[in-house]
Each structure stands twice: as C-alpha cells, then as structure tokens.
C-alpha cells in the first residue's frame, strides 16, 4: 500500500536554529506529498504541496521541502525555528480519488 | 476564507447511544471528508463524500454512518457508540480540481463513557 513514514514522532528544537522534519514515503510512481500543521487546539492547515512541478517546494511560514525520488525522501525544512513554530506536522500522501493519507505526525517543540 | 465548522467542540456520550457530528462548511466545496485523529495514528479517513447523498467508505468505515443531504452538510453518525470510538473526529472540505487541498475544521473531542 501506498503511504508515508514519519521517522521522528517528537523534535525538539532551540528558538533561532534549522528544524528537521523527516519523512519518507513509499509509492511505485511519483507521487504528490504534503505537508500539513496543526497548532494546539486549531484545525489542521496545508503547509505546502509537491505534485511534480518542481523538487524543492516553498511553503508558509518560512517552510520549505525537498522531493528526492532517489531517497523516496520529502522532509520539512526551516532555516531558523521560532516559537510560534511548536505544532504538530503530518507528512501526507495524495492518492486515488481524492484521499489524502496521513503519516502518523511530529510533534515540534521549540524551547527557549 | 474558507470555513468549515462542527457542531461541538467537546461531547460526552455513552455507551450504546446514537451519536451524530455534523460539519458545515461556506464554501461550496463538493468534497467533504470525516477523519479520526488518534495519538501515534495520525488521521484515519472514516468516510467521504463528492456529491449531495454520495459516499464512499474510507479506510475505518466499521461503526459508522453518514449523510449529505445538503451540499453544505455532512454528518457522521455513530449507530451505538462504544468506548474505542472516543477520538477526536476531524471534517473536511475540498474543492473539485484542488482536491488535494483540503479544509478542516477545529475538530469535535468525543468521549464515550
């Protein structure tokens, strides 16, 4: 089956240093990945979107990702973590008819 | 901006009882989703819908229902709650030709007593 693997479920992070959010994925053909945050007690928002265009895709909020076919690879980047920063990410695969799949999520902290 | 809603932030329900969520979203969306989110899960697609009285069976459907009768509103239903069906429930939206982009709401906390 197609799906996404979350490699770190918690990241802990200074305020002011790169954010590392790994993700790997799993699919016989290119496939198109997302990125989505959720902050404590509001709805999940996209972050950014792979569908092929281009491998490195910007994202809000500073965020960037990188598709690498090579390593099945499609990790979260920021250069310089700030606290508004802490939430929860889930990498997200987009299949057939429209269904999304979530990894299991990274929860970002980001300390002082 | 698009908005979608549900209809209780927190429930508390018990046993055996009929439970419905209901979503609501302002934009005209033809897609519309219900997930669960559990810790260490992620989300997992219960059940969606393209179109008015349409659905299909996402990757949980067992011990759930759900109706669209109206464009704007979809509801989940739960027939005779249990108590590994206390979760945080998720609605969606998407529009036809961005489904990949979808809306969610703030979430419904149901606990099941």
């Known amino acids: 089956a197609q799906s996404v693997t979350q490699l770190d479920s918690h990241v802990s992070v200074s305020e002011g240093t790169p954010v590392l959010l790994r993700c790997n994925y799993s699919?016989?053909?290119?496939?198109?990945l997302f990125w989505y945050v959720q902050h404590p007690n509001k709805g999940l928002q996209l972050l950014l979107k792979y569908t092929s265009a281009a491998t490195l895709v910007k994202g809000i909020n500073g965020f960037e990702a990188e598709f690498k076919k090579s390593e099945t690879s499609f990790h979260l980047t920021k250069p310089s973590a700030h606290m508004s920063d802490a939430a929860e990410y889930f990498c997200v695969w987009g299949g057939t008819a429209s269904k999304l799949t979530f990894g299991t999520g990274t929860r970002l902290q980001v300390t002082l | 901006d698009v908005k979608v809603t549900q209809s209780s932030r927190y429930l508390v329900k018990r046993t055996g009882e009929k439970v419905f969520l209901e979503c609501v979203q302002d934009?005209?969306?033809?897609?519309m989703f219900w997930y669960r989110q559990d810790p260490g899960l992620g989300l997992r697609l219960i059940y969606f819908s393209y179109d008015v009285k349409m659905k299909e069976k996402g990757d949980i459907p067992e011990g759930y229902s759900v109706s669209r009768e109206k464009k704007e509103r979809f509801s989940l239903i739960l027939e005779s709650a249990s108590t590994n069906q206390t979760s945080m429930y998720l609605c969606a939206s998407s529009a036809p030709g961005r489904t990949y982009e979808q809306y969610f709401g703030p979430g419904t906390r149901l606990t099941v007593t």
């Open positions: 934009m005209d969306h033809e897609n």
């Open positions: 699919s016989s053909y290119s496939p198109s």
